[in-house]
């Protein structure tokens, strides 16, 4: 059973960091990409980043560009996302997410990922 468990949530105030982490669990986890996603309160779920099963490819959303980084260590079945100078529009349940390919478009693609997991909350205050 593939499972994925997100940790690293919590609430800090603008201008502040974070790092996200995603355990991953009954998967080739060095054989697949892997994806960040976002979802606030009334809205659609978007892409934030992904990475590539070797780290070759990263992509970002234009609107995290230049303060996120992902990241991923596959002797540890885990991925990160380092956050930094958070905003408060960035308030959303975090959630990590597989084994759709990397790419600038298919961080659009949400229905496309396989495996998902729960979330992690991120509250960043002004």
């Known amino acids: 059973q593939v499972q994925l468990v997100e940790s690293g949530g919590g609430s800090v105030h603008a201008g502040e960091s974070l790092t996200l982490s995603c355990i991953v669990k009954g998967m080739a986890f060095d054989d697949y990409a892997m994806g960040w996603f976002r979802q606030a309160p009334g809205k659609k779920r978007e892409g934030v980043s992904c990475?590539?099963?070797?780290?070759?490819?990263?992509e970002y959303a234009d609107s995290v560009q230049g303060r996120f980084t992902i990241s991923r260590d596959n002797s540890k079945d885990t991925m990160y996302l380092q956050m930094n100078d958070l905003k408060p529009e960035e308030t959303a349940t975090y959630y990590c997410?597989?084994?759709?390919?990397?790419?600038?478009?298919?961080?659009?693609?949400?229905?496309?990922?396989?495996?998902w997991g729960q979330g992690t909350q991120v509250t960043v205050s002004a």
């Open positions: 990475i590539s099963a070797m780290s070759v490819t990263r």
């Open positions: 997410a597989s084994t759709f390919p990397c790419s600038r478009s298919n961080l659009a693609r949400t229905e496309e990922y396989n495996y």
